[in-house]
Each structure stands twice: as structure tokens, then as C-alpha cells.
DNA sequence: CTGAAAGCGCTTACAG
DNA sequence: CTGAAAGCGCTTACAG
């Protein structure tokens, strides 16, 4: 059978309480007897039982992830950075997705009790998340991507208003004039932020708001597909902004079965610099979020709660996104 | 402070073995009393401790799955899968990275061992896995993808040879005779298997066999850029095969920069049906595994594992691949 | 500088 | 058909 704290206590000759302590660093314990503990651990091949430290000391090591969907273009590289700062630190991470559905979303919010988790980072689904100051048990949430409407807590975020207003600027200033939105599942904060910039601009340039140059569908390649189609059916169409990739492959789809030139009679931007941007045909203009970093620092975040758990008032960190100009627009 | 086992017990008149035994469905329980003890869950909002029961039964409701990175093609939707089949039954995902490096696999194993998951879904990566056996907390893992050398499992995997057979026999009826291999990381028997097929289509054929043509590089964007640069110095090259998505695009990358036309002077097929095959330039031929079914085989597998732990023998499941044809070949 | 011991919340073998 | 009670392996307040 497995060692347990005991058979390490009695093979160094000191208490279980001493081990514990020699573990977890929560208290002092002089160097000769650390070293003993130490060498009966590696000797006996000990492995601490979280359960029980878990049942004890109702800290798991254990963080959640919300995601849309594992396989999400913003998410998985966010996921990737995460998981490396939470290793470094001893931390695993369990992940569930909630398919934009609140209702979900709430129900792995009970898995996540149930598994007690030590703290979440979410892309909260569109919905209210009051439900979130009310659960039994409190623990850290980071928000990523998106604000959750009804719960005010950290969140990590692009900034999306100024990206997408700088981007229909530069459309418009190119002579663009009728410039369609591909828009993703509704209520998403990141995604109203994106047609706020959008509408700004429009303002600022005095150019005419059209809604029906707003086309919603799923954030899938079939929802850009039929969303891009409706807005053939605006006269004058020349500019497209996707703002999610898979609405963006969609789009170059329905372009090219309708054989529009692009950027010729449309162009087009996307937000998501994947990595076929690149070789797309034509390769396509992108706006790039800084995944890898946004995942550490929701990590960071989240740890640094974790650490100290009476903090300060929470913050929402704002990170550019830069426009990658390639031949789409 | 959150109700426990015991409260339930009191507030329905029974005893917290009986609530144990509603919970589990461990022994038969009347009618009446599992409607009263459901009632007092519902009631005081009782959420289960996975702790408690964890150190107590040893089962955690939890599973471990290793990929190389969170972000890889493969590992992405076979995830999407695995975490809906676990949720439907209970269980909850637990990620992490193995980086196709062997230490650092075994490294996140012994993170699940300290984690106490139930069984670990795993891409092995390449080197020995003889330690698996000798671990002391013995627990099913299910291999996808690929096989692990030294270690005998259930194994999900693709029809590798046969497609790859398939692939080479049909680019040498259309013509082709210098086809060039893009392989990935080393030691990964996929990858292997994928290169024999090509073998021995070269052989059926009469076809000599060159070993510049397979040239190795990591699974990247760059990794495959380069490789296709060291194809372009083969003489007569006129077919390349990328065993990996994002090695395809470094290779249309490359030939595009060195104004290669495909499939003109150069055919092209991937493996890995990427969502963006289809608008690439120019869309691209590849072969496609059933990633989803994958995802749900190996997780039902595993689960069938954990409740029928005496099982006959450990099974390899080929799965076929399809071979998608676009413009590129 | 360290130990003895209580107790976290469950599951389960035993008993009737 | 159900209960009393032991005990899983830790952590931690108390004590010296």
C-alpha cells in the first residue's frame, strides 16, 4: 500500500504534525529534522492523500475552468497558459464548459462545489450572474474575455471598444462605407463592446447606422455562412467585420460561393488571429488578442487571491488587441 | 456553513449511512425514506464533500486526461468529447500538458496520482512506459491516438497505415513519384504508422524509397516551414505529406513563398481536417479523423473500466480515417 | 523547537 | 429494511 503521513512520521522519528508541517511549510521546523523528514518521504516514496488534506483544510489545489467549449479558439490558447502558471504553482485544473448557456453554467458551478475547487476563472455565459454572490461556498472568480453582468469580480479583457472603433475608422477612411457585423452569440459583453466601437465610429465619421448591417448567428463556420448571406442583402455592402473566427471561415466561404472579391468589392476583418490567417484565401485581416498573456494573468490573478484572500477592491485589466493588416482588408 | 451528511440525516430521521446509501444507490432503501432524505438534500441545499468521500472510498468522481498541449488539433475536439461523456456521467475533466516530453509526463502523472483521479485518458508521448506499470496506485488509463512502447492498454487510434497506404497509392496512380513526408515530433507511434504505410505503398509501386524525403521537425508552424524547405531540395519533389496540422500550413506557407504552385508543380494533403482546410489557398486535401467518436469511444472505454475493474483483455480500437479531397490534391 | 490528539465528513463492514 | 460506529489520512489549535 501507499505510505501515509504516519509511516513517514514514525521512519523519521517525529510527529505526524511535524511532517505536515515539514510539507507545507506552515511552520518552523529546524533544518536537521527537515532533512530527516525529507529523506523518509523520497525513501518511502510518500505521496500526500489530497482528500484527506482537503477534508481537513478545505484547500484542494484544485482550480476550475469555465469555458464555452474546449475546443473554442479564445479559449484553448488561454487554457494552455494557464495551465502552465497553475502547475508551476501546484495547482491542477479541471475544466467544464458551459456552451454559452447560463443555466449550464450554473450547474457546473455546482460540479465545481461539489469537486471544491480552490478558486474559477469563467467566460461567464450571457445571463445574470448574481446567482454567483449567493453560492455556499465563497470562493475567488476570475472573469476572462467578458464581464458577467450582475457580479462584479476581477476580469481580464481586450479592449475591445477602441479596437473595434480604430478598426471601422481605418475602414471607413479607406472608403469603406457599408460595413457588416458578424455577430456571435447575443449578450456576450465583449462581443456589445466590439458593435459599440463599431457604432462609435460610424458617429464620429457621420455615416449612417444601418441594423441591418448586424447579422447575429452562432459563433460557428455555419452561423458566418448564413449571417454573411443576409448581408449580401444589403445594397452597397463593401466591408465585413467578423467577430469570431469561426464566423470568419464561414464568411470567406459564402464570399467566395458568391463569388464577391476580396477585398476588391468586400473586404474584411476578423477578430481572432488564428493561425490560418496566414494562408487563408485571401489571408485575412485579424485582430490579435494577446491569449497567452491574458491566460497567465488571470492565473496570476486568481493565485495572488488565493494567497490573500482579503485584498483589495477587484480590477478589471484591460489588454490591446493589435490589428494585423494582411490582404482581406 | 454548508450542511453536511449529518444534517440531511437528522432533518429526515434516518441515518447518515442510509443518506450514504440514497446518495450512491449502494443498498436498497424503502420508497418513503429515500422521498423523505431526497426532500432534506433539496432542502438544506446539501452538497456532497468529494474530500470526505474521496478519502474514505478512494473514488473521486475525477479523471485525468494528458495531452501535449491543450491547444493541439487532435487533443482539442477529442477533449470536447471526453468532457461531455464524463459530465453526463458525473465526472469531471482534470487537464494537463506533457509537451511530448516523457519527464514531464511522468511528472503530471504522479500530479494525478496526488490528485487521486480514477483513471487518466492519455496521448503518450514518445519514450518507454514501462512506469505505468509500476506505479503503486493502480488506476485505467486509456491511450488515444497513439500506442505507448512498454506498456500494454486499451488504446484508441486512427487506421494510420491503411490511410496513409491509401493516400501515397492514389498520389502515385495520379502521377506522382517524389512525394516528401512533413513528420512531426519523433517517437510518436502515429506518426510512425504513418510513414510505414507510406513505405509500402512506395514498394507495391516499385517505387524507390528516399530517405531526404521524410524530413522531421516539431508539430509548428515553423517546424513545418522548415521541413518543406528542406523538401524543396530534393530534386523532382512534386507531392508533400504533412503528418500535422499546423505543419500544413507552415508548409503552404513555404511553398507559396517560394512560389510553388499546388497542386501544379507540388500536390498537398494533411493530416487532421482542420476547420480552415477548406479556405485555405488553396483548400487542402486531408484526412480526417472522427476526432468526436474518438473522444467518446476512449472515455466510455475508460468509464466501462472503472465499474467492471475484472475485465477481459485490454482492446486496440482502429478507427478509419477519411480522406477528404480539395483542390490541393 | 516539537508532539499528542481532536476532528474534518464521509463510507462500509457488521449487526439485527 | 436500517442503524451504530469505526476509521480513512490528513491539519491545526493547544500545550510545553
Request: proline share 4%; hydrophobic share 40%.
Amino acid at each position: 500500500m501507499a505510505a501515509t503521513i504516519k509511516d513517514v512520521a514514525v521512519y523519521a522519528g517525529v510527529s505526524t504534525a511535524t511532517v505536515s508541517h515539514v510539507l507545507n511549510g506552515t511552520r518552523y521546523v529546524a533544518e536537521s529534522t527537515q532533512e530527516r523528514v525529507k529523506m523518509a518521504i523520497k525513501k518511502l516514496g510518500y505521496v500526500p492523500n489530497i482528500s484527506a488534506s482537503g477534508l481537513r483544510s478545505n484547500r484542494t489545489k484544485r482550480i476550475g475552468m469555465l469555458v464555452p467549449s474546449i475546443s473554442s479558439f479564445f479559449s484553448v490558447d488561454i487554457a494552455d497558459a494557464v495551465e502552465q502558471v497553475l502547475g508551476k504553482n501546484g495547482y491542477q485544473l479541471v475544466i467544464a464548459c458551459s456552451h454559452e448557456d447560463i443555466e449550464r453554467e450554473k450547474k457546473q458551478m455546482d460540479v465545481f462545489t461539489y469537486q471544491q475547487v480552490d478558486g474559477v476563472l469563467m467566460f461567464p455565459a450571457p445571463g445574470a450572474h448574481g446567482y454567483l454572490d449567493e453560492m455556499v461556498r465563497k470562493i475567488p472568480i476570475v472573469f476572462l474575455d467578458r464581464k458577467a453582468s450582475g457580479c462584479e469580480r476581477d476580469v481580464i479583457i481586450g479592449e475591445n471598444i477602441s479596437a473595434s472603433y480604430d478598426l471601422v475608422m481605418q475602414m471607413l477612411e479607406e472608403g469603406r462605407r457599408r460595413i457588416g457585423i458578424l455577430n456571435g452569440t447575443e449578450g456576450v459583453s465583449a462581443l456589445e463592446e466590439r458593435i459599440e466601437g463599431y457604432r462609435k465610429a460610424l458617429t464620429v465619421k457621420g455615416v449612417e447606422f444601418m441594423p441591418e448591417l448586424i447579422q447575429n448567428g452562432n459563433s460557428t463556420i455555419t452561423g458566418g455562412y448564413e449571417a454573411t448571406e443576409a448581408l449580401l442583402e444589403v445594397k452597397g455592402l463593401d466591408a465585413i467585420i467578423s467577430l469570431a473566427p469561426p464566423m470568419t471561415i464561414g464568411c470567406l466561404k459564402c464570399l467566395k460561393r458568391y463569388k464577391r472579391k476580396i477585398p476588391g468589392d468586400i473586404a474584411v476583418a476578423g477578430f481572432g488571429d488564428t493561425e490560418w490567417a496566414d494562408i487563408a484565401d485571401p489571408p485575412v485581416t485579424t485582430l490579435r488578442h494577446p491569449l497567452f498573456e491574458m491566460g497567465q494573468m488571470a492565473a496570476q490573478k486568481l493565485l495572488n487571491r488565493l494567497e490573500q484572500p482579503e485584498q483589495k477592491e477587484y480590477e478589471t485589466i484591460r489588454v490591446p488587441l493589435e490589428l494585423i493588416r494582411r490582404v482581406s482588408f
